[in-house]
């Protein structure tokens, strides 16, 4: 009998192939039964050589129910996004920039769909995948190699023998296929949950879901659309590999090119290395073909299994790619253009206004289903009060409703020929005495909350109106409370929304101070009060969440300032005030004109701190932080070393100071890189004066054009974000 490690070895190579011929070339060889028969052989021999574990194996494709902790990693290139278009002007428009950027030397463009999913920079080392990434800012995103592993597509080890280099880098996009996305949204339906409104956000919660088992089951594809390697491939004889020969694909490169090596090439390699790439890439070379490309995927992209949403245009050279460069934010070398938006017509029935996280009040229309862009479509956001006014929409009305960029369909308009204003008298209406048509009245914004009753508010520059009640209406407290929790905030991510949704509907927590009231099993507190035991008992899972609202009291003050959640205050403000202040007490007490004066805080944010503290539920809730931990002031480190804005600069003091001592400032100056000096000399490069500066000091300083700097001018200056 084969040596059973071989068997493992064997097993394990002939299922990747079957994956790859079933996922990727859509064409099985055996039954899904035999291979089901392979996949219990090979679980059963792993299950008895726990030695032979390789995260890699086609088993660890159904995941696992382990909690996964996302770890950030910063990607070896940033991974940029393409600049937009809508029209054809501005795609000849960029065919006439990389023309004239080339200085007229001939190239080409690849063609190519834009699937809409997430991005996904993928790593391999010895032909095996040992990193999956998402996006993220662009400049680090989250390790998510766990859940990618189960996506059946995407190589987990690479057929031995092919000429992929030893460490590459390939990146593409993960999506979810209508298929998988109408089923998921069936299944969410019968249980009850929330849909997912399109494919992307699909995807995109799928792949960060801290479950690799529930990424598993979903049906997740990738197509990957981007290959760098450091020494160019060999192109392979025309015609070979998985995009097809039909496709009018020039292997060999325009004449006078060398180096560098060849976008489409490079897939073509990776299709070979069994990559899943797309089939309807083209190469053109005049802007005629772009443009048959896009009429043609325009309307055949319905036909596609998956969600596309527009054309990606690149220059096909590497070597001319770099040439080009990049702006800021995108390739000179890229672009897309965006399909326009399908549109449907439907009847609006009823218009509800929702109160969001933010307490931002959005109406939203619900209309007889109709069929848009590969969903059925129910409701349609009508975003605002303004909106609203001028869509001028009544019940019955015919409405055109319209998926665009954004994730959920939204009203744009009344179709054309809309007679429907009058209702007639089939339509229940308890103002219906007669049988005549009578006038439906125009749908108003609502003037309170629909939620708490409170009345709703406008803030200056905005478009949406807001429930101000942020400390009873439960809406805003959930989005606190999320807020609180944050990755930029108090960290406590092992805490997702939906756990938080679930606490606070069982009265567990009211806001974000109680969750520090949580325990695993009930115990008494030290003051013989019972603290609230978490509602699942003492489990890895709520160890894990209890640990991590523990690490959170180590969280720096400046991020607690943030955490609280005062409006208009955000990271940096928070930053600014935090270090400015120093601590919750000084920001607390801080007037109006202190908080006006330091840089970067304007008006907005001066009232906004002050509204916050006036409100006692405020307070109560920073005094229950502070009694259980929270960080309070600036540490130590954060006091020391701060930057080195002062490098190389002489400071005189002179004066009496309010916010600090003269020690305190002489600390300070050096913290920033500064050096405290006695005497004013033509190498001072500021004088620090608080009230009554000595008139020879000051004499001294105007003579030699001394820059004279007030407390407040000094602290804000140090206390900008420029500092970091
Ligand atoms: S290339 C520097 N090709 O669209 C260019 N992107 O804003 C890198 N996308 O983040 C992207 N299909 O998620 C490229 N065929 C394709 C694409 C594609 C979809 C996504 C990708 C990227 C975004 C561009």
């Known amino acids: 009998m084969m040596d059973e490690k071989a068997r493992i070895l064997q097993l394990r190579d002939e299922l990747h192939k079957h994956n790859y011929r079933y996922y990727v070339e859509n064409n099985p060889v055996i039954s899904d039964q035999e291979f089901d028969f392979l996949m219990h052989e090979l679980q059963d021999l792993e299950a008895k050589h726990p030695e032979l574990f390789d995260p890699n194996s086609p088993t660890q494709r159904v995941g696992s129910d382990l909690n996964n902790e996302f770890e950030t990693v910063v990607h070896s290139r940033p991974m940029l996004s393409l600049g937009n278009t809508y029209n054809r002007e501005e795609v000849a428009d960029f065919w006439q920039r990389v023309s004239e950027g080339l200085m007229g030397a001939p190239f080409q463009i690849c063609c190519e769909l834009k699937f809409d999913g997430l991005s996904i920079s993928l790593h391999y080392e010895d032909g095996r995948l040992v990193r999956a990434v998402t996006r993220g800012d662009g400049i680090q995103g989250d390790d998510v190699t766990a859940n990618v592993r189960t996506i059946r597509s995407i190589p987990l080890q690479l057929p031995p023998g092919g000429d992929w280099p030893r460490q590459f880098?390939?990146?593409?996009?993960?999506?979810?296929?209508?298929?998988?996305?109408?089923?998921?949204?069936?299944?969410?339906?019968e249980a009850d949950e929330p849909l997912f409104a399109n494919p992307r956000n699909a995807a995109s919660g799928t792949l960060k879901s801290k479950n690799s088992s529930t990424v598993a089951q979903r049906g997740l594809d990738?197509?990957?659309?981007?290959?760098?390697?450091?020494?160019?491939?060999?192109?392979?004889?025309?015609?070979?590999?998985?995009?097809?020969?039909?496709?009018?694909?020039?292997?060999?490169?325009?004449?006078?090119?060398?180096?560098?090596?060849?976008?489409?090439?490079?897939?073509?390699?990776?299709?070979?290395?069994?990559?899943?790439?797309?089939?309807?890439?083209k190469l053109v070379d005049k802007l005629e073909d772009v443009f048959a490309y896009i009429d043609y995927w325009d309307k055949e992209r319905r036909n596609l299994p998956v969600a596309t949403d527009g054309v990606v245009l690149k220059v096909n050279s590497l070597a001319q790619q770099k040439s080009l460069g990049m702006t800021a934010k995108s390739p000179r070398w890229a672009i897309a253009y965006k399909f326009q938006a399908e549109q449907a017509e439907t009847t609006l029935r009823q218009v509800v206004f929702q109160v969001g996280r933010t307490g931002a009040v959005?109406?939203?229309?619900?209309?007889?289903?109709?069929?848009?862009?590969?969903?059925?479509?129910?409701?349609?956001?009508?975003?605002?009060?303004?909106?609203?006014?001028?869509?001028?929409?009544?019940?019955?009305?015919?409405?055109?409703?319209?998926?665009?960029?954004?994730?959920?369909?939204?009203?744009?308009?009344?179709?054309?020929?809309?007679?429907?204003?009058?209702?007639?008298?089939?339509?229940?209406?308890?103002?219906?005495?007669?049988?005549?048509?009578?006038?439906?009245?125009?749908?108003?914004?609502?003037?309170?909350?629909?939620?708490?009753?409170?009345?709703?508010?406008?803030?200056?520059?905005?478009?949406?109106?807001?429930?101000?009640?942020?400390?009873?209406?439960?809406?805003?407290?959930?989005?606190?409370?999320?807020?609180?929790?944050?990755?930029?905030?108090?960290?406590?991510?092992?805490?997702?929304?939906?756990?938080?949704?679930?606490?606070?509907?069982?009265?567990?927590?009211?806001?974000?101070?109680?969750?520090?009231?949580?325990?695993?099993?009930?115990?008494?507190?030290?003051?013989?009060?019972?603290?609230?035991?978490?509602?699942?008992?003492?489990?890895?899972?709520?160890?894990?969440?209890?640990?991590?609202?523990?690490?959170?009291?180590?969280?720096?003050?400046?991020?607690?300032?943030?955490?609280?959640?005062?409006?208009?205050?955000?990271?940096?403000?928070?930053?600014?005030?935090?270090?400015?202040?120093?601590?919750?007490?000084?920001?607390?007490?801080?007037?109006?004109?202190?908080?006006?004066?330091?840089?970067?805080?304007?008006?907005?944010?001066?009232?906004?701190?002050?509204?916050?503290?006036?409100?006692?539920?405020?307070?109560?809730?920073?005094?229950?932080?502070?009694?259980?931990?929270?960080?309070?002031?600036?540490?130590?480190?954060q006091k020391q070393a701060q930057s080195d804005?002062?490098?190389?600069?002489?400071?005189?003091?002179?004066?009496?100071?309010?916010?600090?001592?003269?020690?305190?400032?002489?600390?300070?100056?050096?913290?920033?890189?500064?050096?405290?000096?006695?005497?004013?000399?033509?190498?001072?490069?500021?004088?620090?004066?608080?009230?009554?500066?000595?008139?020879?000091?000051?004499?001294?300083?105007?003579?030699?054009?001394?820059?004279?700097?007030s407390e407040d001018e000094f602290l804000s200056f140090i206390a900008s974000p420029a500092s970091d």
């Open 222 to 281: 990738a197509y990957l659309y981007e290959l760098r390697v450091d020494s160019p491939l060999p192109a392979p004889p025309l015609g070979e590999g998985h995009i097809p020969a039909a496709s009018p694909l020039q292997s060999t490169p325009p004449k006078g090119e060398r180096g560098g090596g060849f976008h489409y090439q490079n897939l073509e390699a990776a299709a070979r290395w069994g990559f899943q790439v797309s089939k309807h890439m």
């Open 362 to 637: 959005t109406p939203v229309a619900n209309m007889d289903p109709v069929q848009l862009a590969g969903t059925q479509v129910r409701r349609a956001t009508l975003h605002n009060a303004d909106v609203l006014a001028s869509l001028d929409l009544h019940i019955g009305d015919r409405v055109l409703v319209e998926k665009g960029g954004e994730i959920i369909p939204k009203v744009v308009g009344k179709a054309e020929a809309d007679n429907s204003k009058f209702l007639d008298a089939s339509t229940p209406r308890r103002d219906c005495s007669r049988g005549t048509k009578i006038q439906n009245s125009k749908i108003e914004f609502v003037e309170d909350c629909p939620v708490c009753g409170s009345k709703l508010v406008r803030y200056e520059g905005e478009a949406a109106h807001y429930c101000p009640n942020d400390t009873g209406c439960p809406p805003l407290i959930l989005g606190r409370i999320e807020h609180f929790i944050s990755r930029k905030a108090m960290n406590i991510t092992s805490l997702g929304p939906e756990t938080v949704d679930d606490y606070y509907r069982r009265g567990l927590i009211h806001d974000a101070a109680d969750l520090y009231e949580l325990t695993a099993s009930p115990k008494s507190s030290p003051e013989g009060k019972d603290f609230k035991p978490l509602p699942l008992g003492g489990g890895l899972v709520e160890a894990k969440i209890l640990a991590s609202i523990e690490d959170s009291k180590r969280v720096p003050f400046e991020r607690v300032l943030f955490a609280i959640g005062i409006r208009f205050v955000g990271e940096i403000a928070a930053k600014t005030l935090a270090r400015y202040y120093g601590s919750m007490d000084k920001v607390m007490e801080a007037s109006k004109e202190s908080l006006m004066q330091i840089n970067g805080i304007g008006e907005v944010i001066a009232d906004s701190v002050i509204q916050y503290f006036a409100n006692p539920v405020n307070r109560a809730f920073v005094e229950r932080l502070r009694s259980y931990g929270l960080q309070m002031e600036l540490g130590e480190q």
């Open 645 to 709: 804005k002062l490098a190389g600069q002489s400071v005189v003091i002179s004066g009496v100071f309010q916010h600090h001592s003269r020690d305190e400032y002489k600390a300070l100056i050096e913290q920033h890189g500064g050096k405290n000096v006695g005497s004013i000399s033509n190498k001072t490069s500021f004088v620090l004066a608080g009230e009554n500066m000595g008139p020879a000091k000051l004499e001294k300083a105007r003579k030699l054009g001394i820059r004279i700097m």
């Open 169 to 189: 880098e390939i990146r593409g996009e993960v999506l979810m296929p209508w298929k998988s996305f109408d089923r998921l949204n069936k299944e969410r339906e």
